[in-house]
């Protein structure tokens, strides 16, 4: 089983910066392909990064490409976010997947298997 635990969220302006991390316990986290999603209020949990079990591929949703980085260490069983150029649009709270067994990315949601509870970012314009 595996567990995430996100941190790093916070209040922030608009144009500044914030990292998350993400925390996994486990011992399958360096075989598990590992994604971040957020949802806003009133609105779907919308797809964020996704990154491969190796780190060797990423991928973004369009509103975040060019301003967020994500990142990981697998000897640290870590995942990061790095969120700079924030936008009041970009206020949700943010949750760390990872799909378990396969090391493939992925923008779906269904085949991420575990999840965080989530740490949210506010920013003020």
């Known amino acids: 089983q595996v567990q995430l635990v996100e941190s790093g969220g916070g209040l922030v302006q608009a144009g500044g910066s914030l990292r998350l991390s993400c925390a996994a316990s486990g011992r399958s986290f360096s075989d598990s392909a590992m994604g971040w999603f957020r949802q806003a209020p009133g609105k779907e949990r919308q797809f964020v990064a996704t990154?491969?079990?190796?780190?060797?591929?990423?991928n973004y949703a369009d509103s975040v490409k060019g301003r967020f980085t994500i990142s990981r260490d697998n000897a640290k069983n870590t995942v990061y976010l790095q969120m700079n150029s924030l936008k009041p649009e970009d206020t949700a709270v943010y949750y760390c997947?990872?799909?378990?067994?396969?090391?493939?990315?992925?923008?779906?949601?269904?085949?991420?298997?575990?999840w965080g509870r989530g740490t949210q970012v506010t920013v003020s314009s």
């Open positions: 997947a990872a799909r378990g067994v396969s090391s493939w990315v992925t923008e779906l949601a269904f085949q991420y298997h575990h």
């Open positions: 990154i491969s079990s190796s780190g060797g591929s990423t």
